[in-house]
C-alpha cells in the first residue's frame, strides 16, 4: 500500500511499463519452462496468483475506471465509429499473423508445437525459442490488461 501525492503515473508510461513487465515476466517464465524443466502450468498458475496478489496489494483493492474509449475515423465521408480495444486487436492479428507466417521465430513455434524433441535433434536452440513464445505471449496479455481495467 503505497501513498501518492497526485494522480501517479500519466497513461502512456503506465501504458508502456505494464507492457514492458508482461514481456519481463514471460521471458522469466518462458526461462523457468525451457531452463530448469518446470511444468508449464504450474510456472504460468503460479505466476498468475502472485502477480494477481501483489496488484491487489498495491492498490488497496480499489477498482479501476475503464479507459476505453471511442474514436471516430473518417473513411470516404462516411465516419467510422470504432473502440480502441477493438482497432489494437485488429493490428495485433495482423502483426502475429505475419511473424508466424514470415518469421523465424514463427516457423519455429509451429515446430516446439508439433514435436519439441525433433527439433532439438536438428540443432535449433529449443530454449531460446520457447522463452521468446512465452515473452511475445505475455506480452499480449499485458497489452490486453490495458483493456481490461
Do not use: C
Not at 483493492?61 to 476505453?68: D, G, H, K, Q
Amino acid at each position: 500500500m503505497l501513498e501518492r501525492d497526485g494522480p501517479g503515473l500519466p497513461p502512456a508510461a503506465a501504458d508502456l511499463g505494464g507492457t514492458g513487465w508482461g514481456a519481463a515476466i514471460g521471458w522469466g517464465q518462458g526461462w523457468l519452462i525451457a531452463h530448469k524443466d518446470l511444468s508449464p502450468f504450474i510456472v504460468t498458475f503460479s505466476t498468475l496468483s502472485l502477480i494477481k496478489g501483489l496488484a491487489l496489494v498495491y492498490s488497496n483493492s480499489a477498482p479501476i475506471p475503464n479507459l476505453a474509449w471511442p474514436i471516430q475515423l473518417d473513411v470516404a465521408r462516411h465516419t467510422l465509429t470504432a473502440s480502441v480495444p477493438i482497432l489494437v486487436m485488429v493490428l495485433v492479428l495482423a502483426a502475429v499473423a505475419y511473424i508466424l507466417r514470415n518469421t523465424k521465430l514463427g516457423r519455429y513455434a509451429f515446430a516446439l508445437a508439433a514435436n519439441e524433441t525433433v527439433r532439438a535433434d536438428v540443432r535449433v536452440n529449443v530454449a531460446h525459442y520457447k522463452t521468446q513464445v512465452y515473452m511475445v505471449s505475455s506480452f499480449l496479455a499485458g497489452l490486453a490488461g490495458h483493456f481490461i481495467v
